[in-house]
């Protein structure tokens, strides 16, 4: 998968991580569609350093989905940590 690829599934998987954690970011849309992008590269390389998964060619591959939402999320709570409350 190329880096159009990964832009493609890190949007996507923004879409999700937001999705699952409701609620109004410090950055709005498009710095939660930045978090869900960069979410997907640190989730493949998270799995693929320290959990021994090689990174598949497909893009449909669910264990790459669910590093990169998995990545999408850990950022994201960061993210809403380190710039402002979701809850407010």
């Known amino acids: 998968m190329g880096i159009i690829g990964w832009v493609v599934l890190g ?3 923004g ?3 937001k999705m699952l954690l409701p609620g109004r970011d410090p ?3 498009i710095g ?3 978090i869900g992008v960069a979410g997907a590269f640190v989730g493949g ?12 060619k497909e893009f449909f591959d669910l264990p790459t989905w669910g590093a990169a939402i998995g ?4 950022l994201l ?9 979701s809850r407010d």
């Open 11 to 13: 949007l996507l998987a």
């Open 15 to 17: 879409a999700v991580a």
């Open 27 to 29: 950055g709005g849309l």
């Open 32 to 34: 939660t569609a930045l």
């Open 45 to 56: 390389w998270i799995s693929a350093t320290f959990l021994d998964r090689p990174i598949r």
């Open 71 to 74: 990545g999408s999320l850990v």
């Open 77 to 85: 709570v960061g993210y809403r940590l380190l710039f402002g409350h």
